[in-house]
């Protein structure tokens, strides 16, 4: 069976850093497209971050700089790495499986939630 | 970017009722759509992909068509555990991007 466990939200200042992770099982992290996306409250769902099998990533330009992807794949868990915080990247973030480089989500975490506020 | 526009944001309907969700693209992607429903608290579950390809384990209710730029979600007879906000999501290019979101509640 196929799940993801997201982990690593909190409460964090304006300014601070957080990892957050995604544990896969059923799959194989390194062999897929992996995402995150991000749900502001109240708000509609926003790509973040990918990493292509391949290990290419790529990020929303409101993140560039400041967020990192990656995975281990001894662990066969997805990280994002956020840094600089802002207030406006409070949400909720889901770690999600891509089918294809260009494709819908068939998997997703049950999400994580990151409230940046002093 | 790819803006996607979903109609009604919101709907009100009972249980039984024919319901129909569309989404725009503010340009041609084929048929690279996907629609999900999210219930409150939840994450997203896939419905449809390919605008119309249901998804394994989705009920039959559940439909979608279209192509280009005009795409429709419809839900046959409408089950209470239908009532939920749905997403359409684009994949003809990068940016992936979201519809708003079009919020069922019940009547």
């Not at chain 2, 109609?7 to 024919?18: E, F, H, K, Q, V």
């Not at chain 2, 340009?27 to 429903?37: K, M, V």
């Not at chain 2, 439909?63 to 749905?86: N, R």
């Amino acid at each position: 069976e196929v799940q993801l466990v997201e982990s690593g939200g909190g409460l964090i200042q304006p300014g601070g850093s957080l990892r957050l992770s995604c544990a896969a099982s059923g799959f194989t992290v390194s062999s897929n497209y992996m995402i995150w996306v991000r749900q502001a409250p109240g708000k509609g769902l926003e790509w973040v971050s990918i990493i292509y099998s391949g290990g290419s990533t790529y990020y929303a330009d409101s993140v560039t700089g400041r967020f990192t992807i990656s995975r281990d794949n001894s662990k066969n868990t997805l990280y994002l790495q956020m840094n600089s915080l802002r207030a406006e990247d409070t949400a909720v973030y889901y770690c999600a499986r891509l089918v294809n480089f260009l494709g819908y989500f068939d998997y997703w975490g049950q999400g994580t939630l990151v409230t940046v506020s002093s | 970017a790819i803006r996607m526009t979903q109609s009604p944001s919101s709907l009100s309907a009972s249980t039984g009722d024919r319901v129909t969700i569309t989404c725009r693209a503010s340009q041609g992607i084929s048929s690279y759509l996907a629609w999900y429903q999210q219930k409150p608290g939840k994450a997203p579950k896939l419905l449809i992909y390919t605008a119309s390809t249901l998804q394994s384990g989705v009920p039959s209710r559940f439909s979608g068509s279209g192509s280009g730029t005009d795409f429709t979600l419809t839900i046959s007879c409408l089950q209470s555990e239908d009532f939920a906000t749905y997403y359409c999501q684009q994949y003809y290019t990068y940016p992936l991007t979201f519809g708003g979101g079009t919020k069922v509640e019940i009547k």
